[in-house]
């Protein structure tokens, strides 16, 4: 079946993110008159400011970091256009839910951490969680479809060739995730938020 992938009806939720990133970028990487300290994802600070959770998706290291970003944005709209999408909103209420979700899941692990007397010290930053979370949801979608989310129409249909392709970046994104200065945990966390997402 043949594909358009012009710009569609359903590209504002894109574009909205990605003008919204980049803003945050501007104002805290370029012109510097919003200090990104305050957006980080820090587990010890979160029961005080659990703004955060949301704050923390937006900001990016470098420039590099917010590329690669824009990148996964770009390659799961084209994704989701691929699977049929019906929806003006899919994306912006992807994004809230699973930010609540993901905190939730890395808060799960680290109580079990703390249980053993772990204590993990770090900061988190990005939309790289988001990214992945949308790279499970598609991956389960490409094989089984999904006709609504949160009680809403989204008219996925199962797709064999998104299914290859997934699979194959899923794979490559869990190598890279290795690397260093790269979090392991964001990412799991944001690929498992994904399929439990699926699954609801």
Not at 65 to 72: C, E, F
Not at 143 to 168: A, D
């Amino acid at each position: 079946m043949p594909f358009n992938n012009s710009i569609s009806k359903y590209d504002c939720q894109y574009i909205v993110t990605g003008i919204f990133l980049i803003s945050v970028f501007i104002f805290t990487d370029l012109i510097e008159v919003i200090d990104k300290d305050y957006f980080y994802f820090v587990p010890r600070l979160i029961s005080v400011q659990p703004y955060r959770i949301f704050t923390s998706i937006l900001t990016h290291a470098d420039l590099n970091h917010l590329l690669s970003n824009l990148g996964g944005i770009i390659i799961t709209r084209y994704f989701l256009m691929r699977l049929g999408i019906k929806s003006r909103f899919f994306y912006l209420k992807f994004i809230l839910s699973c930010s609540f979700l993901n905190f939730f899941i890395i808060w799960f692990y680290e109580k079990i951490l703390s249980y053993f007397n772990i204590y993990l010290n770090y900061a988190n930053l990005g939309f790289s969680g988001i990214i992945y979370a949308l790279f499970g949801f598609i991956l389960l979608t490409s094989f089984y479809g999904k006709k609504y989310f949160l009680g809403k129409e989204i008219g996925f249909k199962s797709n064999y060739e998104v299914q290859k392709m997934s699979k194959t970046i899923c794979l490559i994104g869990l190598i890279f995730s290795f690397l260093p200065g790269v979090s392991l945990l964001g990412h799991l966390s944001g690929f498992i938020t994904g399929c439990f997402l699926f699954l609801i």
